[in-house]
């Protein structure tokens, strides 16, 4: 499986299909249905500080090619993920992603200082949840907001840092740049578009926090264009992410710029989605003979 093979960041990555954060959880629910070491990475479900019980409910609201989510980032925070969760996880041979959201700087630097001590492979630093009112999108709404979280986080540990961009910015690129600048090794994009539903009949919003985040099919198009202005902007490698459902959504972002892709929303209507996606793609390589570093930022521009 060599021309799967992918180097992200430094690390080693098997294939170049991976899980989004928030969408897998922990991994336990999906053992049953695969085996987790065929993936080339797993994103956990975000962490905090502290234990979150998330949103109130209703916290899921379907939509057209989609899905609102307003968890809220409900986890047990990094702590109980350390001493409970990343000990199981160890047991599949993919890379570990822990996905961390902070209040402030300083919680970002704390945890990605305890989740570097603790040998995970790679630290997502979340500045993008559109579903919670602390922290997070806040920080990155602004180019000297994610330099704030990702030069403190830099300065606390040398583990591999990548920086979740939020969609909900006047200019992608300017995020990325900052992120760069500050010191990540590495961006994922791109988050849920903020949305909302109204109940026509009661006239109050689906969602019991109002917004949420879109995801799913609907907003791949966004992602691909934002990817690809990204991959234009910077140096750093892309783990792209937005509505990716099969081995064609996959192939879009890796023309588009991207080195790894994350499959999210589709594990919920399919959990096999991620392995349908990987088999896809060593199908079109082998039909075309060409490894995934043959298709990365292949795309020729009109």
């Known amino acids: 499986m060599s021309e799967l093979s992918v180097r992200f960041a430094g690390i080693p990555f098997k294939n170049p299909v991976t899980v989004a954060s928030g969408t897998f959880a922990f991994g336990r629910e999906y053992v049953d249905f695969f085996d987790l070491s065929r993936l080339g990475g797993i994103a956990v479900k975000g962490l905090t500080y502290t234990e979150r019980q998330g949103n109130r409910p209703p ?9 609102l989510n307003s968890i809220g980032l409900q986890n047990p925070g990094y702590r109980a993920f350390i001493e409970t969760e990343l000990p199981w996880l160890r047991r599949f041979d993919t890379v570990l992603i822990a996905n961390i959201t902070g209040a402030t700087p300083r919680e970002y630097a704390e945890m990605a200082e305890a989740l570097g001590g603790a040998g995970l492979d790679l630290i997502e630093i979340n500045v993008s949840c559109p579903n919670v009112k602390e922290g997070g999108a806040l920080f990155g709404a602004s180019a ?12 606390a540990t040398d583990a591999k840092l990548m920086v979740k961009l939020s969609p ?11 992120a760069e600048a500050a010191g990540a090794d590495a961006l994922s994009l791109i988050n849920t578009l903020l949305g909302m539903r ?9 969602l019991g926090n109002n917004l949420g985040g879109l995801s799913g099919p609907a907003v791949r198009p966004v992602a691909v264009r934002m ?11 892309i783990l792209g992410m937005g509505g990716i459902a099969t081995a064609d959504d996959a192939l879009e972002f890796l023309l588009a710029g991207a080195t790894a892709v994350a499959v999210g929303t589709a594990t919920i209507v399919d959990p ?12 079109h390589l082998h039909s075309t003979g060409e490894s995934v570093g043959d298709i990365i930022g292949a795309v020729q521009m009109n």
């Open 59 to 67: 916290r899921i609201a379907e939509t057209p090619m989609g899905m």
């Open 144 to 155: 000297g907001g994610i330099t704030e979280v990702v030069t403190a986080c830099r300065r």
């Open 168 to 178: 909900n910015v006047t200019d992608i690129a300017e995020m990325a740049k900052a």
């Open 198 to 206: 109204i109940d026509i009949a009661t006239r109050r919003p689906i």
């Open 227 to 237: 990817v690809y202005q990204v991959a234009q902007a910077v140096r750093l490698p």
């Open 272 to 283: 096999l989605a991620p392995i349908r996606v990987l088999e896809g793609l060593e199908r």
